[in-house]
């Protein structure tokens, strides 16, 4: 079964796996989910292109909810990134929640940079040839930077669209959902696999919390002389 996008994009699911993530108590429709007690919708149900969303945010609800970043089909893959199987599908990117503002969340995503955004970290870390980027790490710190996010910015302009639903429970609503069509960039709450253990080997060599941190510099003081005959 398939769910399509306002974009005309077929993004793929399954009944199946909707059976297995929620038991007996699943049920589908032709636009929606609804995974039990849980009750999970397809994040899908409203969708974006990022570049259209980088005009205009106002569209996006201001509550908690979940996000998908999905690929459009024929997008040109880094190479350590390129999925398999068939790509004649939307292919999910990355799945996340937030616990406050959904447009907030976006907005970072897209104007943000790698400290702020797993998105584009991830495809920072893995795409480095690709983009033309170099990984600058921060002696002290887990985090990173890029020496250039334009690249990243453009390409998801280019190749991605997002789904995204508002819900007063977005923490289970993830959790369900990366259970049944995780994102390629999804490193937690989802089985393990080539990609996602490279990407923390990645991170790992990004992480300057084992480097030595500069010296300090040293502040010279200034003691006044004190001349002859003055208290």
Sequence with gaps: ????????VR?????RDVRWAAG????????SYGLGRLGVVHPIAKSHLVSEL???????????GVYVFYALPGTDWPAS???????SEAVPVYVGQTMDSLRYRLKQHLYGDVRVSSVRAGLGLM????FDVRVIT????RQFFLSDEAPIGAWMARNLFVGFIETHTPRETEAAWLTI????????????????????????LADGRNLPLPPEPRIARFIPSRKAGVP
């Design 1 to 8: 079964m398939t769910v399509t996008a306002p974009t005309g």
């Design 127 to 130: 795409g480095q040839e690709y």
């Design 11 to 15: 993004v793929p699911t399954h009944r």
């Design 81 to 87: 990134l390129r999925p398999c199987g068939r790509q």
């Design 24 to 31: 007996r108590h699943a049920k589908a429709t032709d636009q």
């Design 181 to 204: 069509r995780p994102g390629l960039l999804n490193v937690s709450g989802r089985p393990p696999t080539v990609i996602t253990d490279e990407i923390r080997r990645r991170r790992k």
């Design 54 to 64: 980088s005009h205009d945010l106002s569209t996006v609800t201001e509550g908690s």
């Design 138 to 141: 921060v002696p002290g710190s």
